[in-house]
Structure formats: C-alpha cells, structure tokens
C-alpha cells in the first residue's frame, strides 16, 4: 500500500509564492506518475500538473502554466510543485496522485493524499 503526505500549504497574498512537498512511502515502483491536483470549496477535483516517471515530462492545465512547476526527486520519492504569481483562484485543496506511467498526459490518476490547504488572498 502506499502512502503520500503532503506539505507547504499556507496564507499567502496574490504575486506570491509557495512551495508544496509530497513525500510517497509504502509499495512504490520506478513506473509511477506524479500529479498535483486541487479542490476549491464547492467544485470538484481539477487536475492541475503531472511529472513523468523519469522526472522529465510534465504537462500543466492552462491556467497554472508558466506559473506552476512540478518537479521529482526519484532518489527521496519526492514530488514537489513551485507556484509562482499565486492569485485567489489558486486557492484550495493540494493532493498529490499517483498514477500510471503515462497518466501525466491523461490526467487519470489512482490514489490522492489527504492535501493540504492553499489559501490566496486578493
């Protein structure tokens, strides 16, 4: 079974930054996935990036791209998203996902970690 844990979720106002950490542990294969998604209060889970197994693919829903980076550490099983020029409606839920090896361009993941709160304020 594995397990994902998300950190670095907090406050910030809009233009700022935060760094979000997801560390996987358990049953873990060189084949996976990674994938950020978010959930604002009232809407449903929307993809927001993936990263490839080897680390470099990565694929953006439009409107974090070019603010957004997802990046791995496949020796710390590390996924990792940098978000830049953060605005209010970045505001949500994080969970990073595991998927299979080409679900970073599909968007279908199988297993979300609990998330942690991002809130943006205008």
């Known amino acids: 079974q594995v397990q994902l844990v998300e950190s670095g979720g907090g406050s910030v106002q809009a233009g700022g930054s935060l760094r979000l950490s997801c560390t996987r542990s358990?049953?873990?294969?060189?084949?996976?996935?990674l994938g950020w998604f978010r959930q604002a209060p009232g809407k449903e889970r929307e993809f927001v990036a993936g990263?490839?197994?080897?680390?470099?693919?990565?694929y953006y829903a439009d409107d974090v791209k070019d603010r957004f980076t997802i990046y791995r550490d496949n020796d710390k099983n590390m996924v990792y998203l940098q978000m830049d020029s953060l605005r209010p409606e970045d505001t949500g839920v994080y969970s990073c996902?595991?998927?299979?090896?080409?679900?970073?361009?599909?968007?279908?993941?199988?297993?979300w970690g609990q998330g942690t709160q991002v809130t943006v304020s205008s």
């Open positions: 996902a595991i998927g299979g090896p080409g679900s970073y361009l599909s968007t279908v993941y199988n297993f």
């Open positions: 358990g049953r873990t294969t060189s084949d996976d996935s």
């Open positions: 990263v490839s197994p080897s680390g470099g693919s990565t």
